[in-house]
């Protein structure tokens, strides 16, 4: 089978998804249609973390990250070439589109180009931000797509509830890593401190404002430490002088760090389900995430970690998590065995192929697709 992927943002957890995807199905090809994201990681970079034997790429040049007209128009004149020449050349047997800018400018090409076997996987409902003008363009423009055909994938319960909600039928399988052996060898810390990490671009989704926010309180006690695994555009607003923003690390890298935190933090307002939290679960560790769409997947709050409103929850728990160490402990294990059970890559992720089979084979795929 040849698979098509669509991905502007050839980078961060959409990119380490793609690459899923092409690990578990390695007996099929995969032709990835990318943009760029220098200022995160250069597409040359991303593609050294992709499988040779079974994965080609197509560069996609008018990408671009924000909305402009011109330029997308540009954009989808240049996929609707490339999607009809690999369609000519029986190199299309499904598109999978990733993210919202793929999503819609690769349904209206794959419309245009007569292409009927169309996947679209959000990673991230974009409407679900808190500008309300901005949301109110990115529902219009989700339910815009939508008409132009395609079936809507969810990577998490609780986004295909959010995609429900404003009147988009959708269906979700569950993102997932490949739950790792324990011996993976964490950073020495140079000091005893309590060390609480986060992972991802610093962006206004991840809300780096809360982060920084939380640090603050504890910024006169020296026994705590936070960091943050990325760079984006909004680090100016990681202050706090006990945040140290790492920058990109490889993943090997990434996941030493998570290895040697004693909780992981996220402060996003939405996602769709965070591979670098699944990577926390599987490395058994706590989690301490916003109460948002996406995190409320993977937290069984008092069991593996909690869920916090605002600030004030956050550092109560970080508070109470630093003076009981046991507690933590236990919360991991059960970080670990959830992982083990909710989201191993290698099961939850076969389940695109089927999708994908029953598109080519022709069927109207109309049953609730889970895998959980």
């Not at 991905?7 to 760029?36: N, Q, W």
């Not at 250069?42 to 990250?65: H, Y």
């Not at 909780?263 to 996003?268: K, M, N, R």
Request: aromatic share 8%.
């Amino acid at each position: 089978m040849k698979v098509v992927h669509v991905i502007e943002p050839f980078a961060a957890g959409v990119a380490v998804f793609v690459k899923s995807l092409a690990e578990t199905m390695s007996d099929d090809l995969h032709i990835i249609v990318h943009g760029e994201r220098k200022d995160v990681m250069p597409a040359l970079e991303v593609k050294k973390l992709f499988p040779r034997e079974n994965v080609r790429f197509v560069k996609w040049k008018s990408a671009n990250r924000s909305i402009n007209p011109i330029k997308d128009l540009m954009a989808l004149r240049e996929l609707y070439t490339i999607l009809r020449r690999l369609k000519k050349k029986n190199l299309a047997d499904v598109i999978h589109l990733h993210s919202s800018k793929s999503g819609f400018l690769g349904r209206l090409a794959c419309k245009m180009a007569g292409i009927r076997n169309v996947v679209y996987t959000p990673n991230g409902a974009p409407f679900l931000g808190k500008n309300y003008l901005i949301t109110a363009l990115y529902k219009q423009l989700e339910r815009l797509g939508n008409l132009l055909g395609g079936k809507v994938v969810c990577c998490s319960e609780s986004e295909l509830a959010a995609y429900k909600k404003i009147g988009i039928s959708a269906t979700y399988i569950n993102n997932g890593v490949s739950i790792t052996d324990k011996t993976v060898v964490p950073l020495v810390k140079k000091n005893n401190k309590f060390r609480i990490v986060t992972s991802g671009r610093v962006v206004s989704q991840k809300n780096p404002a809360l982060f920084n926010s939380i640090a603050s309180y504890f910024e006169g006690l020296e026994q705590f430490e936070f960091i943050w695994i990325g760079d984006g555009d909004d680090k100016n607003l990681l202050t706090s002088s006990n945040i140290t923003v790492t920058g990109w690390r490889n993943e090997n890298e990434a996941s030493q760090l998570i290895e040697s935190c004693d909780v992981y933090l996220s402060t996003s307002q939405y996602e769709g389900l965070s591979f670098a939290v699944l990577r926390a679960l599987s490395h058994g560790k706590a989690v301490l995430l916003s109460n948002c769409v996406g995190n409320t997947d993977v937290v069984k709050p008092g069991i593996n970690g909690d869920l916090f409103d605002n600030k004030d929850e956050a550092i109560s728990k970080i508070l109470k998590y630093n003076n009981n160490a046991a507690m933590l402990m236990v919360m991991g294990d059960s970080s670990r065995r959830i992982c083990e059970q909710k989201f191993d890559m290698y099961y939850n992720l076969k389940g695109y192929r089927n999708l994908y089979m029953h598109g080519i084979a022709g069927f109207e795929y109309k049953s609730q697709l889970v895998i959980a």
